[in-house]
């Protein structure tokens, strides 16, 4: 997650919508925005693998619909918070993926996996 991902999900925050609706704005000005841009790679679309495209899509709907009625529930205070789990999460996702591409688990990052669920047990106490 950049710079601008961390300010979108802020100025969403603030758009004074919530829940669903939030992010259906979102991905629709997200898609305006992209299309423009997208238009001279449509051909690759005849060639492309639809059950990659389509999980990857599904997945991200869920992950959407989470964020923006965890964001819709949450106060301002607490953004700061559902961001910081959001890093957190992504980057044991990520580590779990290369661990399944590489076949195996280093002792580095077992640790680490034990650490980012502690992270998310203390960030989650009030």
């Known amino acids: 997650m950049d710079k601008l991902q961390l300010r979108a999900i802020l100025l969403l925050t603030r758009s004074r919508i919530s829940g669903n609706i939030m992010g259906a704005t979102f991905s629709f000005i997200v898609f305006m925005f992209i299309l423009p841009f ?3 790679e449509f051909k690759c679309l005849a060639t492309a693998d639809w059950s990659m495209l389509i999980g990857a ?3 991200s709907a869920i992950a959407m619909m ?8 949450s106060d301002h ?3 700061g918070l559902l961001i910081i789990l959001m890093i957190v999460a992504q ?3 990520t580590a779990a993926y290369q661990m399944v591409m ?11 996996f034990i650490c ?3 992270a998310i047990v203390l960030l989650n106490n009030k």
């Open 38 to 40: 997208a238009r001279s």
């Open 57 to 59: 899509g599904v997945i």
């Open 66 to 73: 989470s964020m923006t009625s965890y964001l819709a529930a």
């Open 77 to 79: 205070k607490s953004v």
């Open 91 to 93: 980057a044991v996702i």
């Open 102 to 112: 590489d076949r195996g688990i280093s002792t580095t990052r077992l640790i680490g």
């Open 116 to 118: 980012a669920g502690t």
